[in-house]
C-alpha cells in the first residue's frame, strides 16, 4: 500500500474567441485529434459520463440491503468515481486523493499540493484526473503513480470546476467562463471564453456542448473556436443532460426543457411556475427523465413533460434540521431499468425501483450527501463526512 504522495480569431454571437494564449496550448485551428472512445468507467465524472445524464451502465440490484458501512479518513471532498471493476476514487476534504475497493477499503492514497475544485474524473485513456484549487491538473495511472501534472492559467482557479472525460483521452475543464480542453498529459489544447459562467459541459455528436447559467448554448467542435447553438431563454443554474441529439435542462427553476442541437429551436416539456424543479436531472428513456420538485419529491416526467409518478424523499418524522440552514439539495441517478438511487440531507437513502415502490436504508442519512456512485454490484452512497454505506443484492 502507498503512502500518501498569426490565425485570425473569429467572433461568434455570445461566445467569446478562443484565447490566443502560450505557445504550449496548440492553435485551435491546428489540432488533430485522435479518438479514444468513451470511458469504461461505472461513472467517470459527477454526471456519472461526459453526457452529463446522471444515468448509470449497470442495473441497481432488485433485492438491495446494506452490505457495508465505513468511515474515510479525511473526509470526501467532491462526488466519488467509479472505475470498471467497480473500485471508489475519492477526493478528500484534505489535499488527498484515494482509490478504494468496492467496500471501501483503501488500496492506496496520494498527497496533493491543494484540494480538488472538481469531482475525480477518469478517461476514456484510464487515467485518473484531479483538478484542484491551486490551478493545477494531476494525472493519475489506475495504480497510483503521477503521470503528469499541469499548471493552468485560470483567472480564478479557487472557484469550483467542472471536468468531463473527452473522447480523445483527455479531459475538458470549465472555470467560470473559461473553458479548456484538456490532453490526455493535462496539456491544454484549446482555450475558450463563454458569455456566462459555465453550468454544464457535456460531449455529444456534434462536438462539446457549453452551456452558461444565463441559458446560453455553445458547441466545440473537433477544431476552432466556440459556436452559438441556440439559447434556453432563461437561467440553467444546474446543469444539463445531452441524449438523442437533444439537450435537456432545467430552466428558471420551474421549467423542463429541451434544445434540438440541430437545429437549435428549445420545446418546453413541461412549466408550472407554482413548483420548483431542481436537478441535476437523471434521464431515463430520453426524453423521459427523473427531477426533484419541490425540494422533496422525486417527479417523473413521461415523453410529454407530464408528470406520470411522484415520490417522497423522506419517510414520516425523517429530514434536516431546519436550524441548520440551507442543505446541498436533492439528488438522484437513474440505472438502464428505470429505477432511481436518491439522496436528501438528513434523510436514508433510497432506491425507487422502476414501476414505483421504494425501498430506504435504514441509518444512511447524512447532512451533506453526494449523489449515488454506482459500482459493480450495487451502489455506494457517500457523504462530506466521510461516511460510505454499500448497498448490493441480497445473497440468495
Not at 502560450?22 to 469504461?40: E, N, Y
Not at 432545467?250 to 440541430?262: A, F, N, R, T, Y
Not at 407554482?274 to 422533496?296: C, H, Q, R
Request: proline content about 4%; aromatic content about 4%; charged content about 20%.
Amino acid at each position: 500500500m502507498k503512502r500518501a504522495r498569426g490565425a485570425q480569431l473569429g467572433l461568434l454571437a455570445s461566445c467569446l474567441s478562443l484565447l490566443s494564449g502560450a505557445s504550449s496550448a496548440r492553435d485551435a485551428q491546428r489540432v488533430q485529434r485522435i479518438i479514444v472512445g468513451q470511458s469504461a468507467a461505472l461513472a467517470a465524472c459527477e454526471g456519472i459520463d461526459a453526457s452529463n445524464g446522471n444515468r448509470a451502465h449497470v442495473d441497481f440490484p432488485t433485492q438491495p440491503e446494506v452490505v457495508f458501512r465505513t468511515r474515510v479518513a479525511g473526509g470526501i471532498g467532491q462526488a466519488p468515481a467509479s472505475d470498471a471493476q467497480g473500485n471508489l476514487i475519492v477526493v478528500h476534504s484534505e489535499p488527498r486523493v484515494s482509490k478504494l475497493d468496492a467496500k471501501g477499503r483503501l488500496l492506496w492514497s496520494e498527497r496533493l499540493a491543494s484540494e480538488a475544485s472538481s469531482a475525480p474524473v477518469l478517461t476514456s485513456a484510464g487515467t485518473i484526473v484531479v483538478a484542484t484549487r491551486a490551478g493545477e491538473v494531476w494525472f493519475y495511472s489506475s495504480s497510483g503513480k503521477l503521470l503528469a501534472k499541469q499548471a493552468l492559467a485560470l483567472g480564478d482557479p479557487r472557484r469550483r470546476s467542472l471536468t468531463i472525460p473527452s473522447d480523445s483521452g483527455g479531459a475538458w475543464l470549465a472555470s467560470g467562463s473559461e473553458l479548456l480542453e484538456l490532453d490526455e498529459r493535462g496539456a491544454p489544447v484549446r482555450v475558450l471564453h463563454a458569455s456566462g459562467n459555465l453550468s454544464a459541459i457535456v460531449e455529444a455528436d456534434a462536438g462539446l456542448i457549453a452551456v452558461s447559467d444565463n441559458g446560453n448554448v455553445c458547441v466545440a467542435r473537433a477544431t476552432g473556436d466556440l459556436e452559438q447553438l441556440g439559447s434556453f431563454g432563461g437561467k440553467v443554474l444546474e446543469g444539463a443532460a445531452v441524449a438523442a441529439g437533444k439537450l435537456f435542462a432545467i430552466v428558471d427553476g420551474h421549467q423542463w426543457s429541451s434544445l434540438d442541437l440541430q437545429t437549435g429551436r428549445v420545446s418546453i416539456l413541461a412549466s408550472d411556475a407554482s413548483i420548483t424543479l431542481s436537478g441535476p436531472v437523471a434521464l431515463l428513456d430520453p426524453p423521459s427523465a427523473a427531477l426533484i420538485a419541490g425540494g422533496g419529491f422525486i417527479s417523473i416526467r413521461g415523453n410529454d413533460g407530464a408528470e406520470v409518478a411522484r415520490a417522497a424523499l423522506s419517510a414520516a418524522g425523517q429530514g434536516a434540521d431546519a436550524a441548520l440552514g440551507p442543505l446541498r439539495p436533492a439528488l438522484v441517478i437513474s440505472d438502464r431499468r428505470g429505477s432511481l438511487a436518491a439522496v436528501q440531507s438528513g434523510v436514508d437513502a433510497l432506491v425507487l425501483r422502476a414501476g414505483g415502490n421504494a425501498l430506504r436504508f435504514e441509518e444512511t442519512s447524512c447532512l451533506d450527501p453526494f449523489r449515488p456512485t454506482p459500482t459493480k454490484s450495487g451502489i455506494v452512497f457517500a457523504c462530506r463526512s466521510g461516511q460510505l454505506f454499500g448497498v448490493s443484492g441480497k445473497a440468495r
